[in-house]
């Protein structure tokens, strides 16, 4: 383990492509004990809620000005939009958490904290919310993680 692949683990959990489903198993690969590589991830990766509501507060305003921006901001959006409202008009605040928890492609921190923005969600709430939804997503990444090592173990020892 060396603080080279702490940091690229972290930036990658900081990701909206990767995120948890990338840096753990990253982390593990570069030598980071499976339970560091978890907590360390899911730590940084529950920033991306605050960092995606600070985001959308400051940045997101200036930039909208430009027409090449507000284009793909609106298509993101739409597209966030149509993910996060079914799970969250049916079950409210349980629903954006399990969005966030399942370890998917586009169904992280940042599209949950982007779906609570434009679905009008309380802040605080919200982001409570997706930081629960990211610990369990660590916790299934890691798991798959875990048994993914073990079941690789077992078959070369079997060789």
């Known amino acids: 383990m060396t ?6 683990s ?12 990338g840096a753990i198993p990253f982390a593990v690969a570069k ?8 907590l360390w991830c899911i730590g940084w990766n529950a920033l991306a809620g605050p960092f995606a509501y600070l985001f959308l507060s400051t940045a997101h305003r200036l930039l909208y000005r430009w027409p090449a921006y507000a284009s793909f901001f609106d298509r993101f959006v739409e597209r966030a939009r149509l993910k996060v409202h079914p799970s969250v008009e049916k079950y ?8 966030v928890a399942i370890p998917l492609p586009f169904t992280g921190a940042w599209t949950g904290a982007l779906g609570a923005w434009i679905l009008g969600m309380e802040r605080k709430k919200s982001m409570l919310v997706v930081a629960l939804g990211v610990a369990i997503a660590g916790i299934v990444v890691s798991l798959v993680v875990g048994l993914g090592i073990e079941a690789l173990s077992f078959f070369l020892k079997r060789m």
């Open 10 to 21: 972290a930036i990658l959990s900081l990701t909206p492509i990767s995120e948890l489903r």
């Open 3 to 8: 603080p080279d692949s702490l940091f690229w």
């Open 92 to 99: 409210g605040y349980w629903g954006l958490m399990a969005f």
């Open 31 to 38: 030598g980071v004990p499976l339970l560091t590589a978890a």
